[in-house]
């Protein structure tokens, strides 16, 4: 029978759970940043879609009141002049 030596018995141990945790740290990290850029990449098309939203908004109001302001003249030849224009 061959006698082994305590350091010998030590480097034949299964990993411990303090190995596994230095080995998993580069992989959790990258997870986190992945889904750090996944969120803020998600934020930025809401923030687009948004400005979107508004600008659609304004750019009725501002043809709702450009109308509004054909009807409201006084001068008809305009009115009709701009009515053909629009359409």
Same mark, same amino acid.
């Given at each position: 029978?061959?006698?082994?030596?305590?350091?010998?018995?030590i480097e034949m141990a299964p990993p411990s759970l303090n190995d596994q945790v230095v080995?998993?740290?580069?992989?959790?990290?990258?997870?986190?940043?992945?889904?750090?850029?996944?969120?803020?990449? %998600?934020?930025?098309?809401?923030? %687009?879609?948004?400005?979107?939203?508004?600008?659609?908004?304004?750019?009725?109001?501002?043809?709702?009141? %450009? +109308?509004?302001?054909?009807?409201?003249?006084?001068? +008809?030849? +305009?009115?009709?002049?701009?009515?053909?224009?629009? %359409?």
């Open positions: 029978m061959t006698k082994i030596s305590e350091s010998e018995t080995q998993m740290a580069p992989s959790v990290a990258m997870a986190s940043q992945y889904l750090s850029l996944a969120q803020a990449q %998600g934020m930025m098309f809401i923030n %687009g879609v948004q400005a979107q939203q508004v600008r659609w908004s304004a750019d009725q109001a501002a043809a709702v009141q %450009g +109308i509004v302001q054909i009807y409201q003249s006084q001068n +008809i030849p +305009i009115q009709l002049a701009l009515l053909k224009a629009l %359409g």
